[in-house]
């Protein structure tokens, strides 16, 4: 069982930067920031696979980056020239191993969400 823990969330005006932890109690095999708005669904943000791939959604890329720490065990994201629409919660979620060499497909472990607040 891997417990995630984010933090590093907070308030900052449209144009500002943050920029998110995640620490993992053990190794994962993917890891990923997925993020919801009120009244929105949860909503993949980005996701940095075991071989070091990183994918964005279209409405963070270039803005966004994904990357871990493994031998830490911690994933971040930073995040640059926010908008008023990045405010939702950010949760950090991971992959375990399915096989030797491969991930479970769904992320089956997530961390409890930290807010990110950019006003006009």
């Known amino acids: 069982q891997v417990h995630l823990v984010e933090s590093g969330g907070g308030s900052v005006q449209a144009g500002g930067s943050l920029k998110l932890s995640c620490a993992a109690s053990?190794?994962?095999?993917?890891m990923g920031w997925f993020r919801q708005a009120p009244g929105k669904e949860r909503e993949l943000v980005a996701t940095?696979?075991?071989?070091?791939?990183?994918t964005y959604a279209d409405s963070v890329k270039a803005r966004f980056i994904v990357s871990q720490d493994k031998h830490a065990f911690e994933l971040y994201l930073e995040m640059l020239n926010l908008k008023v629409e990045d405010t939702a919660v950010y949760f950090c979620?991971?992959?375990?191993?399915?096989?030797?060499?491969?991930?479970?497909?769904?992320?089956?472990?997530w961390g409890q969400g930290t807010q990110v607040t950019v006003s006009s």
């Open positions: 979620a991971s992959k375990i191993f399915d096989t030797l060499f491969s991930c479970h497909p769904n992320f089956t472990h």
């Open positions: 053990g190794p994962t095999c993917a």
């Open positions: 940095l696979s075991r071989n070091g791939s990183a």
